[in-house]
């Protein structure tokens, strides 16, 4: 059996599936199933589809091709605001695309109509996390001014991005500017929109019964397939957390001083390393780097270890506290941080297997 590997349990994935699908459901909100964090990976798409998810998020144009030659039905959403390299496509093989730029949005509507598809916009508006988006303040006047040049696409309605550059969480206050936006650009454009203002951080809201009435679209990709929040910093007590373990080798076991000996200069990735002097340890090395992993987010079953360091291809951690033995040729297990499974699924040096 190769490692390292991820070990997927696709029935924890649709446990959460169904948990997530049924919360949504219940307050009328889409839930649209973002599978980029596992490089669009059809077996996954499949068991969100059997939940009841409908429509599949992906940031990648490629994912959602690899989805489509796999099989999978539609609706697709395009996340990432689309490059004008990539409009072609994008209308191709996307259904609905978030979409913050005037001159992007013109041209999927030239596009859309030459190739007479049925493409719906969402509109991104920045309420204050300072990713993508029409600044907040001069979000209805563009909307409004946008709708008049567009022939042929559909504007379905508003979205925003909350938790991912600023970390700004989402509250009441900023949901319910997205709800007075959408309210004036109704009335406006008399039409009807949605408002797509959630993703995994937003849960938090619809399980306090805070979210204002109105939010009717959640984007969710860390709940589903990790059962955490690293914006709001826990695990989901109602969510697994069993979908995605890492499991490692052990390819050196050796007790060694805790401070390098000899004129230090940078590590492998140019950071500048910091010891603390704990005298000799216990530690082992695995056969897993920065290339397939983040180490920081690397979290041990045995609590006892503590991993101190990865280079491309050596994660080092510290066995000296744990009351277990190690030897070369063990499997050491982990649970993931977002970015560390995120680099893991898309490692190609990551067998993964689906139980
Ligand atoms: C990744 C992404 C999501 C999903 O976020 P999670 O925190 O994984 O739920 C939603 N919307 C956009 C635009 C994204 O890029």
Redesign the pocket.
Known sequence: MPYPRLIISLNDIYQNALTLKKMCDEKGIELVG?T??TLGDPKIATILKEAGISKL?D?RLKNIKKLIENNIPGPFQL??IPMISELEEAVIYADEI?VSEEKTALIIDEIAQKYDKNIQIILMIDVGDLREGIWYEEAPQKIAKLFEKLKFVDIRGIGT?L??FGGVLPTEKNMNLMIEIKNYLEEKLNKKLIVSAG???ALKLLEEGKLPEGINQY?????LLLGTDATGHREIPYLSQDTVILEAEVVELDYKPSVPVGKIGRDSMGRIPKFEDKGWRNRIILAIGEQDIDPSGLKPFDLGINVLHASSDHTIADITESSLEYNVGDIVKFRLSYGCALRAFTSPFVEKVYK
């Open positions: 973002v980029k964090l998020g940031s996340l990432r978030l991005n938790g991912c993703n995994t951080v984007r969710v990709g860390e709940a």
